[in-house]
């Protein structure tokens, strides 16, 4: 069965610390992997996304990196601010199929 | 701005009613997607479509149905609400089936009571 799994399930942090999230996918065949920020009572919005020839992309703050080979995958933020207060939602995509994780509920607190 | 919308932020329904949720994208996507999200659970796949008039059950179809009359606007039916559908609806669009670089509407907040 596909799986998504991220951790920490939850992080606080300070304003101006930076911080990285998991996601360990078992999707196979793989096509992609997706970061979404999801701000609370919103609708989910893409940060970036990864074919498996690709080891990393940035998004301003936000760079993710993949490893293709252990199935794993991380977004690091820089700087955190107020803003960046969310919900972090991998998803890993393959044979027509995407596959969401529970996310990362980031709190930045001043 | 590429726009998703659906029709309400929040729905309070009774259960036993029936129940549409609207969704009309603005970017001529095939495909349409309507999700639940629920706490510990993730984003399910509840249908999707490919084109007008063609849908696909997701991971979750039961209680739900979906009408796609025309390429812009995707609506999700319950049929026969109860309590347990109440959740966070999410619709999205996309370019491949696989809702690859789907754009999500704002969800929709029903509660059944």
């Known amino acids: 069965k596909n799986q998504v799994e991220q951790s920490p399930q939850s992080l606080i942090i300070l304003e101006g610390k930076n911080c990285t999230l998991q996601?360990?996918?078992?999707?196979?065949?793989?096509?992609?992997l997706r970061w979404y920020k999801q701000d609370t009572g919103r609708g989910p919005v893409s940060l970036t996304i990864?074919?498996?020839?690709?080891n990393t992309k940035s998004n301003g703050r936000y760079t993710a990196t993949l490893d293709a080979d252990t199935k794993q995958s991380s977004l690091h933020i820089t700087a955190s601010q107020l803003s960046d207060s969310a919900s972090y939602i991998c998803?890993?995509?393959?044979?027509?199929?995407?596959?969401f994780g529970d996310g990362t509920t980031l709190t930045v607190k001043p | 701005d590429v726009k998703v919308t659906q029709s309400s932020r929040y729905l309070v329904k009774r259960t036993g009613e029936k129940v549409f949720l609207e969704c009309v994208q603005d970017m001529d996507h095939e495909n349409m997607f309507w999700y639940r999200q629920d706490p510990g659970l993730g984003l399910r796949l509840i249908y999707f479509s490919y084109d007008v008039k063609m849908k696909e059950k997701g991971d979750i179809p039961e209680g739900y149905s979906v009408s796609r009359e025309k390429k812009e606007r995707f609506s999700l039916i319950l049929e026969s609400a109860s309590t347990n559908q109440t959740s966070m609806y999410l619709c999205?669009?996309?370019?491949?089936?696989?809702?690859?670089?789907?754009?999500f509407g704002q969800g929709t907040r029903l509660t059944v009571v």
């Open positions: 999205a669009s996309g370019k491949t089936v696989a809702a690859t670089e789907a754009f």
């Open positions: 990864m074919t498996f020839s690709e």
């Open positions: 996601c360990n996918y078992t999707v196979s065949p793989f096509s992609n």
């Open positions: 998803v890993s995509s393959g044979a027509g199929k995407s596959t």
